[in-house]
């Protein structure tokens, strides 16, 4: 029943222009580029299947727990750049971009980047505030973009971790795009503080009465100026976040995301799987998001991104520590032996701050790795949704 909802939703509130693009560009590409990945893996090659670029770390909000350092004279990552990255990428089949920040809405280049490549796919993760009229039109227009609007619960819980005002102006940005009947969703932070106000059947109807079609459920990390380790999940929690979600995804005709288990109910960290690999404002390849450290650099052998990471040998001995140590997050669960490692390997710290020192001033504290209590998918549909990754929404967390 969950399913006949849900797509009768997408018949009805999506623009069917919008939806075949979303279908072409994201869906049958994306099987293509986790085939192609997966033909690389067996090969001994390293290049993720999608690629997200941090375009800028200017940012508005100045939310609790942000790694990205916004203080300063904001970088941005150059058009040219990017656009070399993507033409390299092309040759791999990746054609889906998440593009990020910071917020990449103050990126002045965003819609002439978007336009120039109409054969890809980009998903647009924003807080939210810059979703005027103008812009929700634009994104109509060029049709193959998904809005991900970052939204850590109600009025309340949102604004005392985002800022005053953040959450009713993100909602406006919500309607603009049901009313534009545009293929959007809503990213939240699970915390301490709205782990019983997020996790509910209320909050989840909430965003599909204003037109979400997916909902994307991240665990916090205490990274960042201002950390906040106040606001991390206990392992109990962990596992209530799990079961609930299953439960939401019996019922709700949303598509649910997280990136933490693969339909066995396992553990997984994308970036020791080379999935979400992170390219910084600085050109940095970092590990992932919230590790600001790197060796490598976009403009390397001449912005040919595939032998840059292909070649690297800290991602591929970062994947190795991963692997030797957990399932789930090493920022979680071993963050000053994590900082030995970077030190070792003379990683540019490009934070802005002090990265590994935050790393060895955080205490050691469960991830979504629990062995013994794994909970396979008990839905087919998202079974296969697992297996195929979301698409690319699955690549990193
Ligand atoms: S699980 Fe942790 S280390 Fe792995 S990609 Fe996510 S945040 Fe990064």
Redo the contacts with the bound molecule.
């Keep these: 029943m969950m399913l006949l909802k849900f797509f009768w939703r997408g018949m009805t509130e999506v623009s069917w222009r919008l939806s075949f693009k979303a279908l072409r560009l994201w869906v049958v590409k994306g099987l293509f580029a986790l085939r192609s990945y997966r033909h690389r893996i067996q090969k001994g090659e390293l290049f993720p299947p999608f690629l997200f670029f941090a375009l800028t770390n200017a940012c508005n909000l100045r939310c609790r727990g942000c790694w990205v350092e916004s203080q300063g004279t904001p970088d941005s990552l150059k058009l040219n750049d990017i656009e070399k990255a993507m033409e390299v990428a092309a040759k791999q089949k990746v054609f889906f971009h998440t593009l990020l920040g910071g917020e990449p809405f103050l990126y002045p280049q965003l819609w002439e980047l978007i336009a120039k490549h109409p054969e890809c796919y980009f998903q647009i993760i924003t807080n939210g505030q810059f979703l005027d009229a103008q812009n929700v039109r634009t994104i109509r227009r060029l049709g193959n973009i998904s809005p991900l609007i970052s939204i850590d619960g109600f009025a309340h819980s949102n604004d005392s971790r985002r800022g005053s005002g953040s959450f009713r102006q993100a909602v406006e940005g919500c309607r603009e795009l049901q009313k534009q009947r545009i293929l959007y969703g809503v990213a939240t932070v699970v915390t301490q503080e709205n782990f019983e106000e997020v996790l509910t059947e209320e909050y989840v109807q909430n965003f599909i009465d204003l037109g979400a079609m997916y909902l994307w459920f991240y665990v916090f990390?205490p990274v960042g100026k201002n950390p906040s380790p106040e606001l991390c999940l206990s392992s109990e929690e962990l596992l209530e976040l799990r079961c609930r979600l299953l439960e939401l995804r019996r019922k709700m005709p949303i598509i649910l995301i997280d990136?933490?288990w693969n339909a066995a109910g396992e553990a997984?960290?994308?970036?020791?799987k080379g999935l979400?690999f992170h390219i910084g404002a600085k050109g940095s390849i970092d590990?992932?998001?919230?590790?600001s450290v790197c060796r490598e650099f976009l403009t390397d052998h001449d912005g040919d991104l595939f032998k840059t990471i292909n070649e690297s040998a800290f991602l591929r001995e970062f994947q190795k520590f991963?692997n030797d140590r957990t399932k789930?997050?090493?920022?979680?669960e071993h963050p000053k032996e994590l900082a030995r490692f970077f030190e070792v390997w003379n990683a540019y710290d490009v934070s802005g701050r002090f990265f590994c020192e935050e790393l060895k001033a955080s205490e050691s504290r469960s991830?979504?790795h629990l062995p013994g209590k794994e909970i396979p998918e008990d839905f087919w549909f998202y079974r296969l949704l697992k297996k195929m990754l979301f698409f690319g929404m699955g690549a990193?967390?």
């Design positions: 990390r990136t933490y997984v960290c994308p970036a020791a979400g590990p992932c998001p919230p590790l991963v789930g997050c090493v920022i979680l991830s979504h990193y967390g």
